[in-house]
């Protein structure tokens, strides 16, 4: 029988007793047919199979159940200062979650910024709008995963930043121009009306999205509007951003296609990389590179954004530039190495280049991990060795698997404040001192 049917009869279902293999693979099988049909166009069909998958209730159970148990922030209270829900409850909320109604302010929490003096201001929706928010998510992502560029990384099913680092990699197997790229204030400043046209889904859904955007804050007991940006801390926030952000790759390729020479090999010759709002890209003439900085500076405006002026720079893999050689990118340092022939990569026909690239973290994340190892061993001076060793085992075992994935495996950092040697390996951490 027909789980929807069956909690029609009965509505003391348990929510300990829901079949949540069964509920994942019927929201499964939704998504996917949305995914094939807007792989071919089908507009129809993919508004057709949305509203379907909005109005299942086993796409209903695996909002709440995300927002409610899975996600990390599920214990965050929004403006009606509700933090968690009991079974009875999320049963409950399965039932009320529809498209329309009001939506609520959302919370306004800042963070610090890693590494920094600043804060990252959030907005953290009620439990009713983050599940629903869940829900909406289900039904658009597969739309514009079907759409989004190969090189968009950030905030996607099975992408991490180390496929981000990967394909640079790739890119950088001769030495290369890069501009080093990133957006001001990205979440904060989305143009609401770019947005929304973009999306482009139907009116109901449209409109519910549009009162998210303009739900606007409150700071304490004040309320405070929003004429611009998406909220971070919202469920559907880092899909929208790449939404918005979506086509920066191709226009670009555009771009390298009216080159002098071959359009195919022009296209493939340049690359942009991106992860959320970071973004690199990589050519051998530096003259491209600066132009398509241009190019993308006047492509952003159009969704209210531009590029931190502070943040964007252009390096080069293997000569200095400045004073500097190579890049950073989500906490890895990417540089080309000058070294003898027998020693160094091949290009496909076995030619020698004359350099190794070599992938390492950022001296900046180093100093970062060797300070706050210092703190949890200065706050347990005292405490039984069992306990120091519960307590760095996971923050070393962590940063070693994040940095253990590419193609160096010594690291090195020499200050005044900590002369150490870290030495990242598939699965081993080692600090000397």
Known sequence: MNISK???KNQTVEWKDLNWRKLEKVTFKLQHRIFQASERDDVKAVRKLQKTLINSWSAKCIAVRRVTQDNQGKNTAGVDGIKSLTPKQRINLVGRLKLTGKVKPTRRVNIPKPGSTETRPLGIPTINDRALQALVKLALEPEWEAKFEPNSY??????????????IFKNIHKSKYVLDADITKCFDCIDHKALLSKIHTYPTLSRLIKRWLKAGYCDGKELFPINEGTPQGGVISPLLANIALHGMEERVKQYAKTLKGNKLHNRSALSLIRYADDFVIIHEDVNVV????????DWL???GLELKPSKTKL??????IDGKVGFEFLGFH??????GNYRCEKNTHGTPLGFNT???????KIKTHLVKIAEIIDSHKTA????LISKLNPLIRGWSNYYSTVCSKETFIDTPAAKSKIITGDSSFTQRT
């Open 334 to 339: 990417i540089q080309q190495h000058k070294v």
């Open 384 to 387: 039984p060795q069992a306990a």
């Open 290 to 297: 600066k132009k398509c900085q241009e190019i993308i500076a």
């Open 358 to 364: 070599l992938i390492t973290p950022s001296k900046t």
């Open 301 to 303: 405006s159009d969704m």
């Open 6 to 8: 069956t909690l029609n």
């Open 315 to 320: 390096t080069h893999t293997l000569n200095k």
């Open 154 to 167: 950030g905030f996607r099913p099975g992408r991490s930043c180390h496929d981000a680092i990967e394909a």
